[in-house]
């Protein structure tokens, strides 16, 4: 890839240079997302509490609208679930509505099975960008190694998401155990994307067969674009019906690598990273919750903030050298 390419003379090439074409809608955006303005529509006041059930048993007393407006403040403040019961209770106050107020354990325990809507992408065609990244378990931080000399290891889970190439945002996300390797979600991430996907573009860890498989099966005509291995040689049936790996192996060996990412339009897989860089300084770089329901629950909840966010303006670069 590139910088493998040009590591002997990497200090020689210089940076590239870009400006925002829209820096006032943008600046304007970015200055909404820490507004604190909260308001309640009349709908929103009748949806609040539980409706009830008509089976024995106890009556749920707050919607699932209510727990996912605590569990969405508590994803942006980044809050103990104690303390989200506070600001919810001092939200409602100020704004002199009498609604009940859904205690910490309440939170936790319908986290565990709340239902999130699926993020939708805005485009008819999805440009499909997929990768993954980890998250770190709440638990002992480092200062117990300074302190008391301990071994023990942090658990972390795998973050697996697929973003619209052309709108930003996150169209799928997937929670796995630490040891899943990430070819193996993409059937997984696929099912959760609506529509059709025109391409599909991942980095060398995707060049299997069953990526392969995975992609034309539900969408036999997406493109799949991911770099081939240095020791990738073609298939038997190169010359009479070539693959998708076949025709990656012929530009590459006609262009090179960089003329191959050209080409191919490897190079917007660049966006599904700053999605990465975007939710560990937005969300954070770890997971709150404790059980696999709940974990869920958050990584669902924080992708629609980021969604939300994003549609509050979204930069528009234009390269000056």
């Known amino acids: 890839m590139p910088f493998k390419v040009n590591a002997d003379r990497r200090h020689h090439i210089p940076a590239q240079q870009h400006r925002v074409k829209n820096w006032g809608e943008y600046d304007a955006g970015l200055r909404a997302r820490g507004s604190l303005t909260v308001w309640f529509t009349a709908e929103a006041i009748e949806a609040w509490r539980g409706a009830p059930c008509t089976t024995r048993g106890g009556q749920p007393c707050y919607s699932d609208l209510a727990i996912t407006t605590a569990l969405t403040l508590r994803a942006v403040s980044r809050l103990p679930l104690r303390q989200t019961e506070g600001l919810i ?19 936790s325990r319908r986290a565990e099975t709340l239902e999130v809507l699926r993020p939708k992408a805005d485009s008819e065609t999805v440009h499909l960008l997929v ?59 696929l099912e959760k994307v609506e529509g059709p996907v025109a391409s ?14 995975a992609v034309t099966t539900r969408h036999p005509e997406a493109a799949v674009i991911v770099p081939p291995r240095a020791n990738t040689v073609s298939s038997d049936a190169v010359e009479t019906a070539p693959t998708q790996r076949d025709c990656h192996l012929q530009i590459i060996a006609e262009r090179g690598r960089m003329g191959w990412q050209r080409a191919s339009g490897y190079n917007d897989r660049a966006l599904i990273e700053a999605d990465i860089s975007r939710w560990k300084c937005v969300i954070g770089d770890g997971l709150r919750s404790q059980t696999d329901g709940r974990q869920a629950t958050e990584v669902a909840i924080a992708a629609d903030v980021l969604n939300r966010m994003l549609e509050l303006g979204r930069p528009e670069y234009l390269r000056i050298a």
């Not at 209770?89 to 939170?107: F, G, I, R």
């Not at 599909?200 to 498989?213: N, S």
Request: charged share 30%; hydrophobic share 35%; net charge negative.
């Open 200 to 213: 599909f573009t991942a980095d060398g860890a995707y060049d299997r067969d069953d990526v392969y498989a």
């Open 131 to 189: 990768d993954s990244t980890g998250l770190k378990l709440c638990g002992p931080g480092e200062w117990l190694v300074e302190k008391h000399g301990s071994k023990r290891r942090r658990g972390w889970r795998k973050l697996h998401l697929a973003t619209d190439a052309d709108t930003g945002r996150i169209v799928a996300a997937l929670l796995t155990d630490k040891d899943a390797d990430d070819g193996g979600q993409v059937g997984a991430l």
């Open 89 to 107: 209770s001092s939200v409602l106050q100020l704004l002199d509505l009498d609604l009940p107020v859904p205690d910490h354990t309440t939170l």
